[in-house]
């Protein structure tokens, strides 16, 4: 059964930084290139940022590049997002999901407010 777990969320300050983690079984995970996905609240799904199964390609959405940072641990199978100068447009829940697999799991909430 695959699961992802997302963890790391919270409330912070504009200006402000939060590390997420994604913690995947359940699937080969280093076969796989693994994305960040966010839904704000009345919004649809939006990609984030993304790192092919090696971990040394990465991509990122216009609204976060500079700001985000994608990394992965194959041998503990997880997936990180550090997230710096957090923006209240960040807010959304935040989901990791493998490329080709619809799994998303149960993601975690970021909340940027003063």
């Known amino acids: ?3 992802l777990v997302a963890s790391g969320g919270g409330l912070v300050q ?3 930084s939060l590390r997420l983690s994604c913690a995947a079984s359940g699937f080969t995970f280093g076969n ?3 994305k960040w996905v966010r839904q704000a609240p ?8 993304e790192i092919n199964s090696g971990g040394k390609t990465t991509y990122y959405a216009d609204s976060v590049k ?3 940072t994608i990394s992965r641990d194959n041998a503990k199978n997880t997936l990180n997002l550090q997230m710096n ?12 999901t493998p490329e080709g697999l619809d799994y998303w799991g149960q993601g ?5 407010s003063s």
Not at 42 to 49: A, L, Q, T, Y
Not at 85 to 96: F, N, Q, W
């Open 1 to 3: 059964e695959v699961q």
């Open 14 to 16: 504009p200006g402000g």
């Open 32 to 34: 796989y290139t693994m």
């Open 42 to 49: 009345g919004k649809g799904p939006e990609w984030v940022s």
């Open 66 to 68: 500079g700001r985000f």
């Open 85 to 96: 100068s957090l923006k209240p447009e960040d807010t959304a829940v935040y989901y990791c």
């Open 108 to 112: 975690t909430q970021v909340t940027v």
